[in-house]
């Protein structure tokens, strides 16, 4: 699947010719001069012939998608599309509250830990060590692949540092969202909170250790005599949990993977990989409105910390955010819209959340939410998705910037109470009632549409590489 390695005798040829003669001269110059002995002269050639050698040596390449706003933006369309050129996609934060869709050929695909690449046959799909893992919901999706006739046996890698989520988990996170009343958060129940509290408490239980199961049991039975005593939960059968887990194990057990040493052996033999965020950057547990916000960093520090490469490897970070905005769930959405309006995006831009099917809310694209979002993640690219679900409307608006007590602001502040004082101001552009339904050239766009993608990419300075013209996979525009 790899490139091949040089081998160390063509790279040393091509180095010593890359010196050349000019590099042989200097080294004969410097012996008139100074006289160096041969010993050190030696020392120095190969000194020279390493770096060179470094250059020529095959070198794998990182790439990652992210979500800009607050998910649900279309990750899993573009990671889909990109992944037939790409030896690794890789999941590596969050868990079954992620849900990825994408459209082939009219059939509508649902991933939630399975990472969007697998439907191209080549590509080898991880699931890092910073992804929370519900069993049984990875084994049900394995299981719908294989109704679907895609052959994904031996190109899942689940890795053995990654946490598990138990049912009590999700039980615990159902108990805690009733608690709140009036406060809830808007929790998908999937138990990814509680899940990485376990991990950050340190007695939660990974992956790997289903490999020796006397020690899988006893920690179990530590943890879920922990979560039973917390206020609204009953006595958890622990004795149920582990037969369950008896019953998949030889499921299991040949998923699981050092998917750190894998990744980054395979970088380092040429590998090219995608790395799919999941969930999105104003979701992030430090970065985004807290506490409305997920349990992991859905923004670019997971990639280091939920699959184990360094950021030296990492290549293109790719930025995806609606031509508009949605939000599932609680938490402030200054550009939240409750007209006629957001009745028409969420209709024609089918906004229902994958995971929990509430319905979305809609609001205009904000501008310093995304100049935030660039900021934290530092895009290389962006993704423009959805542009088609503006058609027919009047008018299009962007929110260029928040008010706040007579105040200009750029970007948006951490307090939620200062966001809810912001007044948004909004900048105005003609609508367009052409169809760009599976459009793939910005030109043959209208010209509204187009000023509309080009004030964004102007208020960002971000070039806006890709945008999605419709739901199929091929219903985009590659600038």
């Not at 699931?127 to 069993?135: D, L």
């Not at 879920?224 to 006595?235: N, S």
């Not at 660039?374 to 993704?383: A, D, E, P, Q, S």
């Not at 209208?446 to 971000?462: C, D, T, W």
Request: net charge neutral.
């Amino acid at each position: 699947m790899f490139r091949a390695v040089a081998r160390l005798g063509l790279r040393r040829a091509a180095a010593l010719s890359a010196l050349g003669g000019s590099g042989l001269l200097a080294a004969n110059a410097q012996c008139e001069d100074a006289q160096p002995s041969i010993a050190e002269l030696l020392k120095r050639l190969e000194t020279k012939i390493s770096r060179i050698e470094e250059g020529l040596a095959p070198s794998g390449r990182a790439d990652v998608v992210l979500g800009a706003q607050w998910g649900d933006e279309g990750k899993g369309k573009l990671v889909d599309a990109l992944s037939v050129n790409y030896d690794i996609c890789a999941r590596v934060a969050g868990g079954s509250n992620a849900g990825h869709t994408i459209i082939v050929n009219g059939k509508r695909y649902a991933f939630h830990l399975v990472p969007s690449g697998i439907l191209n046959e080549k590509t080898v799909c991880v699931i890092g060590n910073g992804v929370v893992v519900h069993i049984p919901s990875l084994l049900k999706e394995l299981d719908a692949l294989t109704l679907a006739n895609v052959k994904w046996e031996g190109r899942i890698k689940l890795s053995d540092r990654a946490h598990l989520v138990f049912d009590f988990h999700q039980d615990l996170d159902g108990a805690m969202e009733n608690k709140r009343g009036r406060n809830k958060i808007g929790t998908t129940r999937k138990g990814i909170g509680p899940a990485y509290a376990s991990k950050i408490q340190r007695n939660g239980v990974r992956v790997g250790e289903l490999k020796y199961m006397d020690d899988f049991k006893e920690q179990l039975a530590a943890l879920a005599e922990y979560c039973g005593g917390l206020p609204g939960m009953d006595p958890i059968d622990v004795d149920a949990e582990f037969a369950y887990y008896e019953s998949v194990r030889d499921r299991v057990m040949p998923l699981i993977t050092d998917t750190v040493s894998y990744v980054n052996d395979a970088h380092d033999a040429g590998a090219k990989i995608l790395i799919e965020g999941a969930n999105a950057t104003m979701l992030d547990i430090d970065f985004g409105t807290y506490p409305y916000v997920t349990s992991s960093n859905p923004s670019i520090g997971s990639v280091f910390t939920g699959l184990g490469i360094c950021p030296k490897k990492l290549g293109g970070v790719y930025g995806i955010v609606k031509a508009y905005c949605t939000r599932v769930g609680e938490g402030p959405f200054p550009t939240e819209l409750h007209d006629e309006v957001g009745d028409h995006l969420g209709k024609v831009g089918r906004e229902f959340g994958t995971t929990t099917g509430r319905p979305r809310r809609c609001g205009w694209l904000d501008i310093p939410q995304m100049r935030y979002s660039c900021k934290i993640n530092g895009f290389t690219h962006l993704n423009l998705t959805k542009l088609d679900v503006l058609t027919g409307l009047p008018e299009v608006k962007l929110g260029i910037k928040y008010m706040l007590d007579g105040k200009e602001l750029t970007e948006m502040p951490a307090s939620l109470r200062d966001l809810a004082r912001c007044e948004v101001v909004y900048e105005s552009f003609p609508g367009w009632t052409q169809n760009i339904d599976n459009v793939t050239r910005f030109e043959e766009l209208p010209p509204q549409a187009q000023n509309y993608v080009l004030r964004i990419e102007q208020l960002l300075k971000v070039k806006i590489r890709w945008i999605g013209t419709g739901g199929d996979r091929n219903s985009s525009i590659e600038r």
